[in-house]
């Protein structure tokens, strides 16, 4: 018996946002804006329903994700350091 199709389009979205992650590296944000949908759902589709999936390609997108979190305040302030050159 098989799932709702919504049940498998969210599936196969959550399949395609973790390649996505894994090929390019991306940020949760950066994922979100790519599909057109919110960060917590970016977050949940790769944290939660593509375990039930794809074990191994929800391990390799998790792994992409703490390096972006880990590296995220890097980020933040580069961000800010640049905002601040250009308006002086």
């Given at each position: 018996m098989q799932g709702t199709p919504l049940?498998?389009?969210?599936?196969?979205?959550?399949?395609r946002?973790?390649?996505y992650i894994v090929e390019n590296k991306a940020t949760v944000r950066q994922t979100?804006?790519?599909f057109g949908i919110s960060?917590?759902?970016?977050?949940?589709d790769?944290?939660?329903?593509?375990?039930?999936?794809?074990p191994t390609l929800a391990q390799e997108a998790r792994k992409?994700?703490?390096v972006n979190k880990s590296e995220r305040h890097i980020r933040g302030g580069?961000?800010?350091?640049?905002k601040y050159l250009h308006k002086h």
């Open positions: 049940k498998g389009y969210i599936e196969e979205r959550a399949i946002m973790a390649e979100a804006k790519e960060k917590s759902t970016v977050h949940k790769i944290t939660e329903r593509l375990k039930g999936v794809n992409v994700l703490d580069l961000a800010t350091r640049e």
